[in-house]
């Protein structure tokens, strides 16, 4: 089969390689979409600190059951997505579905294999997730995302029985901003306001409903709420750095909580104390999903409460994963989530 191989950081390519075979209890599928993301760009570059090389990466994708082990409730057909988490099985965590806390907790697609960038994969059907009928392979290929933007939202302490909720703010425009942005809308919040310095972005924001939209290349977040709506009560920083937490404590009233999503840039990430210590805030970091948020997340795409295929920017045969690294990296102003269609 073709399929992605990722040698070493910076060296991938399209390879012809041998089809993987199931073992006991694992399935086999055929890819039919898979989404490019942030992460597969930091695990392409070198900058993902898990990496097992060689590597087949993607963790995004749908497909549909070739072969399932036998006495499965799988059939052959069946669309499917994979939970990329995995542990132990037997600890706590495990048994509570929180595979992120496991000790030997691992992650199809960065730190072990079973990537979506190939036309097909060989999982455990610990992994595999059935689709409802009326979810489009387009809209399930950001399940995953979106069961981060759930967990996230959640680790707030937001859920979907809150009316007239806190006052959010996100800052980073991305595909997970803007799903957090969204999923906070569906779980209470009374207004959302998100920050992102690339037009094309805040204008997808404006066509979602977020309520008011901020550049920070012309005003701090801080600032920008202090005009119109005081401080804040939950910021969600979904680009995590130094300078993005200090505006994030800013604006932030007093009590509020500070949400980190997102891989950290260096082991510290330096912190700025003063102001989280004045104001009492919370800080709270959010890492991928449970096993619940993928139900969840699968909920809010079948009942249509959240606008997916807005996010998708483009879809490309396999043959041209490169070119969409490269139209990622190069221009995320046109380019927000890339789909790669190995079936084509
Ligand atoms: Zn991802
Ligand atoms: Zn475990």
Request: hydrophobic share 45%; charged share 25%; glycine share 8%.
């Amino acid at each position: 089969m073709r399929a992605i191989v990722l040698r070493e950081p910076n060296r991938f390519a399209l390879e012809e390689i041998k089809d993987p075979v199931p073992n006991t209890g694992e399935v086999e599928i055929r890819v039919r979409l898979a989404g490019i993301c942030g992460t597969d760009l930091h695990v392409l570059r070198g900058h993902n600190p898990f990496v097992a090389y060689p590597l087949i990466p993607g963790h995004e994708y749908v497909g549909e059951v070739l072969k399932a082990p036998e006495g499965s409730s799988l059939r052959v057909g069946q669309r499917v997505i994979v939970y990329p988490g995995k542990g132990c099985n037997t600890c706590k965590a495990c048994r509570e579905g929180r595979t992120i806390h496991c000790p030997q907790f691992e992650f199809i697609g960065v730190s072990r294999s079973g990537g979506g960038f190939a036309e097909k994969v060989v999982v455990h059907e610990n992994h595999v997730i059935p689709l409802p009928d009326n979810l489009a392979d387009i809209e399930a290929s950001l399940i995953e995302p979106l069961a981060v933007a759930v967990h996230a939202t959640r680790r707030a302490g937001m859920s979907e029985n809150i009316t007239n909720g806190p006052i959010v703010a996100i800052i980073g425009g991305g595909t997970i901003g803007l799903l957090i942005a969204q999923v906070a809308k569906k779980f209470g919040a009374s207004s959302v306001i998100l920050s992102e310095p690339l037009a094309g972005r805040r204008l997808l924001a404006a066509k979602m409903g977020i309520d008011a939209v901020c550049n920070p290349a012309e005003e701090d977040l801080a600032d920008f709420v202090a005009e119109r709506i005081g401080m804040v009560d939950i910021v969600f920083d979904a680009v995590a750095s130094p300078a993005t937490f200090l505006s994030s404590e800013k604006a932030l009233r007093p009590g509020g909580r500070l949400v980190a999503v997102g891989l950290p840039s260096s082991k510290t990430m330096g912190i700025p104390y003063e102001l989280l210590f004045k104001k009492e805030l919370s800080a709270i970091a959010t890492r991928t999903y449970f096993r619940s948020d993928f139900k969840d997340a699968i909920d809010l795409a079948r009942n249509k409460a959240v606008a997916l295929t807005a996010l998708i920017s483009a879809v490309l045969p396999l043959a041209e994963f490169r070119e969409g690294v490269k139209l990622l990296e190069a221009e995320p102003e046109r380019y927000t989530k890339i789909l790669i269609d190995p079936v084509v």
